[in-house]
């Protein structure tokens, strides 16, 4: 059984970088049969792709987030991680952490607060 968790910060501060790191279970974060991912939702706001990461290492980005995102990994926690440069309130949002299989998002963790505010 695959599961994920999402820790870190659940407060910063505008202009700061926002670090998440997502433990896997049940799953090698270095299989070809998965990739991984981060999403979130803004408050009253629809689902959001981030960017992913794949078994190689490689990572995709969304380009609306204009190069903040950064997505990493420690295969020896078989942990992945997040960072979002210069954050504002707009990066106020429930951060998820997903693994995906076939194309389609199979696993979610339960998602973390984040808020920035000064």
């Known amino acids: 059984q695959v599961q994920l968790q999402e820790s870190g910060p659940g407060l910063a501060k505008p202009s700061q970088t926002l670090s998440l790191t997502c433990t896997v279970s049940?799953?090698?974060?270095?299989?070809?049969?998965?990739?991984w991912s981060w999403i979130r939702q803004p408050p009253g706001k629809g689902l959001e792709w981030m960017g992913a990461?794949?078994?190689?290492?490689?990572?995709y980005y969304s380009p609306s987030l204009k190069s903040r995102p950064s997505i990493s990994r420690d295969t020896s926690k078989n942990q992945f991680s997040l960072q979002v440069s210069s954050v504002t309130t707009e990066d106020t949002a429930v951060y998820y952490c997903?693994?995906?299989?076939?194309?389609?998002?199979?696993?979610w963790g339960p998602g973390t607060q984040v808020t920035v505010s000064s």
């Open positions: 997903v693994g995906i299989q076939y194309l389609t998002v199979l696993y």
């Open positions: 049940g799953a090698s974060i270095t299989s070809s049969d998965y990739a």
């Open positions: 990461i794949y078994y190689g290492g490689s990572t």
